[in-house]
């Protein structure tokens, strides 16, 4: 079975992770998203919480699955017998730093290869980081993450 990796701290999840991982469904018989659990960054959901709410959007992908990982993304890779590592690229400001990465996890592993998907042209501003900030301030977040994670950020975030 080939199996690739699409890995990422998905704090949140958005309608464009959600968009290369149903694009790396057609490519792969069996999709696993790997959420990482990251020491340098200050997540606002637990690696357990946002497993729970990717989870949830798997529906009408029977070859995907999602469970979190410690430690470096090759070693993971390779543990799970992966044969490539999915990356989406929203935009040219993006391409650098996930070619610099593939490069250094090549040199790494080099049997697994890493592919770069594009999202929906729809979804090429959107990020995590972006989708927090609007969440914090009281903006409407819907159009740009699943139903369930808009609900968790209304949780994180309430309007004082």
């Known amino acids: 079975m080939k199996l690739c990796i699409y890995p990422g701290t998905f704090d949140p999840f958005t309608n464009g992770h ?8 057609k490519l792969f018989k069996h999709v696993r ?7 340098t960054k200050k997540p606002l959901f637990s690696p357990e919480k946002r497993v729970e709410l990717i ?10 699955d999602v469970t979190s990982f410690d430690g470096l993304l090759v070693e ?3 543990k ?16 650098e ?29 959107t990020s995590s980081s972006l989708v927090k900030q609007i969440a914090k301030l009281g903006g ?7 139903a369930n994670v808009a609900q968790a950020l209304r949780k994180a975030y309430p309007k004082k």
């Open 18 to 25: 959600l968009d290369v991982l149903q694009r790396a469904a």
């Open 33 to 39: 998203v790997a959420v990482a659990i990251d020491s």
């Open 55 to 64: 989870r949830a959007n798997l529906r009408g992908l029977p070859n995907v």
């Open 76 to 78: 993971f890779a390779r």
């Open 80 to 95: 799970e017998k992966a044969v490539a590592i999915i990356r989406g690229l929203r935009a040219l400001s993006d391409f």
């Open 97 to 125: 730093f996930e070619f610099n990465m593939a490069l250094m996890n090549r040199h790494l592993e080099p049997k697994v290869e890493t592919i770069f998907v594009m999202p929906n042209e729809s979804y090429s501003y």
């Open 140 to 146: 409407d977040v819907r159009k740009f993450v699943p």
